[in-house]
């Protein structure tokens, strides 16, 4: 059994007693067992699902010897796990980052108490950002552009975000300046080629490893090649399509299985898988059919992975924003779409870059661009809203209405 679904196991079963997120750091070198650590057995041969049951009868023996007050449940600040008989590691537990890496350097091996989280049937809506508050999120692409917009609100938001890119020294730079603008570890980036599957996989173990599971994955990296079906090349159109259609389907194989072996041990904890979309898969796109079908594509994997995966407590939906204008992918001046819808002339008559930009205005009956705030209210909206799975929620400023 790999360490990182360990570690997801143990994370799982602090937020099935608390009702609340926790993070669990792994630690596979650390050979001496603290005396009063909860002790978890496991055989090699042992399912995920088992081994999440010997976990949870492991925290039911260790609790028994704790004094707690009323209304309060008592989690370890580390959890020793063996497996065959032989010591595999300690996981050691805190609210967030910077307090479980702070058991693990001082070695702490006491407890801490906190309230179980009660259902609400009032939902206070004038803070929608605090549903993802505490939690583990990832965001690919979430280097530059939309994709730093989007790491950057939910790290201020409280989450924890792990910056995926394939630009890993950018995703460093960020996540650098986000922690120092946060004053504590909201971000901490990881490398990745989403069309790789062994990139993927090493990402989500690492992941694992760092944080002990996940809450939120955003599916944000995409890339655009526009051209005429007449004259684009077939390298370009695969180039597209392995990165938005064939990534998307990589990142959520490990994705799920990362947040099934969480779900053992927090049956009751819903998790996302959210996919960045666009207008582009509810309508087509002129001279663009690469970037279209693809998303095209991402909806139908949506609407089929949210059938399985809610089995194991993950939702699946899309967000489908309209232009970002004001960004790179728009408004660079060297590839940005404005210029290359210029070259090729796809908006007729246009003879500059405020001509094109005006064109796509135009068509938006808010007479804007999409912006990330706005596609920040959906996702805190799919996040928060748990009766709803394999949905496409649109962000067009009414550019697409309703069907």
Not at 167 to 193: F, M, P
Not at 205 to 210: E, G, M
């Amino acid at each position: 059994m790999k360490y990182g679904i360990i570690s997801a196991l143990v994370r799982g079963l602090c937020i099935d007693v608390t009702g609340k997120p926790h993070i669990a750091v792994f630690n596979d070198w650390e050979l001496i067992v603290p005396k009063t650590a909860m002790k978890a057995e496991l055989k090699s041969t042992d399912t995920e699902q088992a081994a999440a049951n010997i976990i949870r009868s492991a925290y039911s023996d260790w609790k028994k010897n704790d004094i707690k007050e009323d209304g309060f449940v008592s989690v370890p600040s580390c959890v020793a796990v063996s497996i065959d008989g032989r010591h595999a590691g300690v996981c050691w537990i805190g609210e967030d980052l910077d307090s479980a890496r702070k058991c693990l350097d001082e070695k702490k091996t006491s407890h801490f108490a906190e309230i179980h989280a009660r259902d609400n049937i009032l939902i206070d809506a004038q803070k929608r950002s605090d549903v993802v508050k505490n939690k583990i999120a990832l965001v690919t692409g979430g280097a530059q552009g939309i994709g730093e917009e989007i790491t950057r609100n939910l790290a201020h938001a409280g989450a924890l975000v792990f910056i995926a890119d394939l630009n890993i020294n950018g995703a460093k730079k960020l996540a650098a300046l986000i922690n120092e603008n946060e004053k504590r570890t909201a971000a901490v980036a990881v490398e990745v080629n989403v069309s790789s599957e062994e990139s993927v996989e090493a990402m989500f173990n690492t992941v694992a490893l760092t944080a002990g599971g996940l809450d939120i994955c955003v599916s944000n990296a995409g890339v655009l090649k526009a051209g005429s079906v007449l004259e684009q090349e077939l390298q370009d159109f695969k180039f597209v399509t392995d990165i938005n259609y064939t990534g998307f389907f990589i990142i959520c194989k490990y994705a799920g299985r990362l947040l099934r072996a969480q779900h053992y041990s927090a049956p009751d904890w819903k998790t996302d898988i959210i996919q960045v979309n666009s207008k582009s898969g509810l309508e087509g796109s002129n001279k663009n059919g690469a970037y279209a079908g693809g998303k095209f594509g991402g909806l139908g994997l949506t609407a089929s992975f949210a059938m399985e995966l809610i089995e194991y407590g993950v939702k699946v939906n899309a967000v489908c924003p309209g232009n970002f204008l004001d960004g790179p992918l728009w408004s660079d001046p060297d590839k940005g779409l404005f210029v290359q819808y210029l070259k090729q002339g796809k908006v007729p008559g246009a003879k500059s870059i405020a001509d094109v930009r005006s064109f796509y205005e135009s068509k938006v009956p808010m007479k804007r661009g999409c912006t990330g705030k706005d596609l920040m209210c959906a996702i805190y909206y799919i996040v928060e809203q748990e009766y709803e799975t394999g949905q496409a929620v649109p962000v067009t400023g009414g550019q697409i209405m309703l069907h």
